[in-house]
């Protein structure tokens, strides 16, 4: 290495090294058009405080906008074969995953880590859009049972965050397999008695929305996402109909008992734990109750005594105590007559 790798290179690197840009310190809503300061829509979690525009994040802000602080833990990913069909289309499959690793810091669409949602034991995964779509192949189908199985040997809860736009077509078949995997883990799930909420976020589409992400006891969604299957065009031009206002969004699922509650980002942690607290509530110990008894005394005397204020008949009076699963038939024919019609005048 010479010196004009050592100095002067670097030197002249700092020296036209990019100052940040204005472009770079407003972000333009994508439906209002209105421009944000960066911090004031960091500050809104990337909600639009003209609109309210819920803009996508990424799996990393979503952990700290779900997660208690101090609380995560990553999940580390099994690893399976990156590219069994040898697929390649413009670009060769394996350098689409390398140029996606290098944009997101590795890993595959779906992140995990466990932790507490307002105390409450939790797994959650999240599939990031920003990496290849947060499309479902073999390593998303790996990912989930691993978090599924976590979550059953922590005895939490488990929360899927979806943003797909499907199976991912470079995997063919084996991308298609991962939906009934996903649902086959969910069992597991079923089994321990674990709740399994979904938080759907714009946009959950494909073979995502046709397995795991409609599958929850709750299922939570953003104002505004787009969840459905197929895309509005294919819909509309295969039924050769209008489409309705709103259709395919969270609001108008929630109107036709698609989803259970339409949460702001600012209250989703909020909402998704009070759902888990309520579903992960343990039965508290009941306290062991005495066994009934029967005792041979005539109702009337029981009444005159109250009555008289005079304490009740002597504890060695003569009981039986009743057996486990014991039918016990009364006899009516001791009675007095008056004095039952008395005791069922009584208000107390």
Known sequence: MSWLDNYVRPRIQQLVRRAPS???????????????FHRDLEQAMMVCPNCGHHMRIGAEQRFKLLLDAGSREDLVMPEVALDPLKFRDQKRYTERLKDAHNKN???DALKAASGTIEGVPAVVTVLDFSFMGGSMGAAVGAGFLAAVQKAVENKAGFIAVTAS????MQEGILSLMQMPRTVAALGLLKDAGLPYITVLTDPTTGGVSASFAMLGDVAIAEPLAAIGFAGQRVIKETIGQTLPDGFQRAEYLLDHGMLDIVAPRDELKATVGCVLSLLLERKVEEEPVQDLVFASIPVDVVIDTEEQGEPPPPADTEVTALKEDALVEADFSQVNPEAAKKADEDPR
């Open 165 to 168: 736009g499907g199976a991912r």
């Open 22 to 36: 204005p472009q770079d310190l407003w972000r333009q809503c994508d439906d209002c058009t209105q421009m944000i």
């Open 105 to 107: 810091g590795g890993g």
